[in-house]
């Protein structure tokens, strides 16, 4: 077993645009493919949470450094849309993993979140070496070696794609779903609890997509 699973990794160096984990003494003598980890959506009132698991070869590292990968939430929707689709054409393999509603009402959305992720990387065709998860929760029960790194998204270029991976996935989903749920905006606010969602819910209340363990969506009417 590799000697970094479940290890958070608090002291790294800051890292320069150019200088990611995969290319540091840390991983630089690993041999084996590295999967990227990372969710979208735990803080959001509707809908799933989503996880991205991605592979990318290393010879994938230096077009997707150029074509400017990082945080998803440091892109534009256009910008994370194309890179999107770079990243899965480069891939050596990606996969999505959710929880839906309610699996986060029953059994909390950290577990929720971690079941995500767990889900994404058992669908992997391939089998990596370890997994790069970003936060500083590990995922039970994974007969994988995995690294946990706070603020993973941007220190390894492999969960910065699948944060953006993610990403796109999911805000494609609760746009197809926006149409059917007019009243919430989800189109502008992908679930999130924006004043115009807010006061939806205040007006409305919670249509079954929302997750009623959150207080927000506890509004009686």
Known sequence: MVEIQQTAVNSLPNLGELEWLEFSSTLAGMSGLIAGIDEVGRGALFGPVVAAAVILPADAFTQLIAAGVKDSKKLSSSKRAKLAAQICELATDWRIGFAATAEIDQINILQATLLAMKRAVLKLKVQPVICLVDGNQAMKDLHIPQQTIVKGDERSLSIAAA??????WRDDLILRLAAKYPQYDLAK??????PKHLQALREYGASSLHRKSFSPCQIQQ
Not at 163 to 168: F, R
Not at 189 to 194: A, H, I, P, T, V
């Open 189 to 194: 606010n992908k679930g999130y609890g924006s």
């Open 163 to 168: 944060s953006i991976v993610a990403k796109v």
